[in-house]
């Protein structure tokens, strides 16, 4: 039995910037950041802002559809 070749969807330039930023922001610049602020005021006193990382996250990630350059806004 052979399987349909099936194309892949066509994604938007819209869509390659949200892939963009989401990347960037999760696996560049938001280690970076962390990293030097632990090295700029210490682990014992970054360790108070572990708690900041999840509602962070959430700002994060709701940014773009908040400014309108979302395909999907939720609600």
Do not use: D, E
């Not at 006193?45 to 400014?67: D, E, H, I, K, Y």
Request: hydrophobic share 50%; proline share 9%; aromatic share 6%.
């Amino acid at each position: 039995m052979l399987l349909k070749r099936r194309s892949l969807p066509v994604v938007s330039a819209q869509g390659i910037g949200l892939l963009r930023y989401a990347g960037f922001m999760s696996s560049a610049l938001a280690p970076a950041l962390w990293m030097r602020r632990v090295a700029l005021i210490g682990p014992a006193r970054m360790s108070n802002f572990t708690n900041l990382v999840p509602p962070l996250t959430v700002v994060v990630g709701v940014a773009p559809a908040q400014w309108g350059s979302a395909t999907h806004r939720p609600g």
